[in-house]
């Protein structure tokens, strides 16, 4: 069939509103079960400039996360994948640990909200370890590593060190930052 009698055909199809008749309607248990479901998983979307190797990212992925189980990784949209781990720990720690790439790709995992698709997800933000360097010792404060992280982004843990201070080399300070904006 010819490519413009196809455009053409689809062109013509038409979507009828749907009537309360036609509404899907589902129980409490198939609802339970969806939301045990979407606990165990993780959407993941891969900023590339062009779409990755689905095949390469699915074999590649439960290797460089390091699963202590099972990692199962379908494909949901053009760079966009949904990760259903067999361990809550292998969930919480790919949440805790990252940022990850793959092959110098940033990879953003985010946790499924309520009824959203993966291409209605927010993926706009990222969590990382950042390190300030030469700050005086006697600026070496919890409030101060606070008013410096809150500068780049939204504070979200201090690591206080062994001995539960903040002496050191540096600060180490956990920020979400905004990716959509310039780094400040």
């Known amino acids: 069939m ?6 053409r055909l689809l062109s013509d199809i038409k979507l009828l509103p749907s009537t309360d008749k036609e509404k899907l309607v589902l129980d409490d248990k198939t609802l339970k079960l969806g939301a045990e479901k979407s606990g165990r998983c993780l959407i993941a979307k891969v900023f ?12 590649q992925m439960p290797r460089l996360l390091q699963t ?24 919480r720690r ?21 009824f959203q698709t993966p291409s209605e997800m927010s993926f706009d933000s990222v969590t990382l370890w950042v390190q300030c360097h030469n700050v005086p010792i006697a600026f070496m404060q919890k409030n101060i590593a606070e008013m ?9 843990d201090i ?15 956990r920020v979400n930052i905004n990716i959509s904006e310039p780094l400040k």
């Not at 400039?49 to 074999?59: D, L, M, V, Y």
């Not at 410096?148 to 979200?156: K, M, P, S």
């Not at 206080?160 to 540096?170: N, P, V």
């Open 2 to 7: 010819d490519p413009d009698d196809v455009a």
């Open 94 to 114: 790919v949440l805790e640990e990252g940022p990850w790439n793959f092959f110098n790709n940033l990879i953003i995992f985010k946790e499924p909200e309520g």
């Open 148 to 156: 410096i992280g809150n500068r780049i982004g939204r504070v979200e």
């Open 68 to 91: 202590t189980r099972k990692v199962e990784i379908e494909t949901a949209g053009s760079n966009f994948f949904v990760f259903e781990f067999c361990s809550m720990a292998d969930r």
């Open 48 to 59: 590339a400039s062009k779409a990755i190797n689905r095949e390469a990212f699915r074999q």
């Open 159 to 173: 690591d206080y060190g062994e001995e539960g201070s903040l002496l050191g080399k540096f600060l180490r300070i």
